[in-house]
């Protein structure tokens, strides 16, 4: 937690998003010192206090910068807490769902490479921010992105029955994580270590998501399938809450414990 002694600071993307809100709702409830991008600040301030978090929480350890997570000037103001780099940054950016005429892409996004290009934007200011400190390990942040099962190079990880909906009909969200997650993989696969921006990369590949924006509305985090990319665990459906709560127990509380470069596939 935030503390003198461990002063760990977090930087969200796409916290009005029911996954990474439930991860910063545990880390504001954990005493943790958090900025949050977001289109709507306001959006964001009433699903927190609907939720029960007290304004004084928020005021005493929320900044909440208005932005555009695809503008690199807006990012790096998320990524700076006090004017020091965050130790983790989350993220679970993503694009509203559009119906379009296409029989072999009948559904696309508002903005169908927000993963990718939102990505490119943290890729850029952190190189800009981190200019500006030292390039030790211990100053570059953890990054944890939500994703989703159906992108993986491994076995299978989308039960047979919605085989259909995650290979086909949802092929162009599928390929903006693809292309975050190459992005993310290549960055960290840099042979020259004082070029990487981040000390470590944990995906997060969510089952077919449920529930909304409340973070008590999950089965809990200890009773979901954990797999990973190798040995996925399949399932069909997982709530936003348990997500966002897994991301909070095992990646930022333990930062980055056994999950160090790994993906994670979760479901219930
Ligand atoms: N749907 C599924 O079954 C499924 C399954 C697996 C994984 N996923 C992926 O998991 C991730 C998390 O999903 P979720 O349901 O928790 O969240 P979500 O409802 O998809 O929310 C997306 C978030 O991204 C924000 N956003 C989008 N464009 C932005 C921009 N240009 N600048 C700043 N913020 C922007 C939205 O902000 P606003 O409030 O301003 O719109 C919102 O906070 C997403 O990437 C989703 O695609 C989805």
Partial sequence: MSTKSNPTTIAFFGATGGCANATLVHSLLAGYKVSALAR????????LLEQGLSQETLDRQLTVIQGDATNV??????LLSNGKLVSIIVTGL?????????????VTLD???????????????????????????????????????GISNGPEDVPFGFRFLYHIILAVPHEDKRKMESMLRLHMENPNESERLLRGVIGVRA????????????KGWKTLKVGTEEKPAVGYTIARADV???IF????????????????????
């Fill in 40 to 47: 709507t600040p306001s959006k964001l301030t009433s699903q």
């Fill in 73 to 78: 000037e807006d990012v790096k103001r998320t």
């Fill in 94 to 106: 993503g694009g509203k769902p559009v119906l379009q005429y296409s029989f072999r892409q009948p």
């Fill in 111 to 149: 903005n169908p490479e927000i993963c990718a290009s939102s990505t490119d934007s943290i890729l850029k200011a952190l190189k800009e921010v981190s200019a500006e400190y030292s390039a030790t390990t211990a100053h570059k942040p953890l990054l944890v992105y939500v994703s989703t099962t």
């Fill in 207 to 218: 089952s077919l998501l449920s529930g909304g924006v409340d973070y008590k509305s999950g």
């Fill in 244 to 246: 966002g709560q897994w």
């Fill in 249 to 268: 127990e095992e990646l930022v509380k333990k930062d980055p414990g056994e999950w160090a470069g790994k993906v994670a596939t979760l479901t219930s």
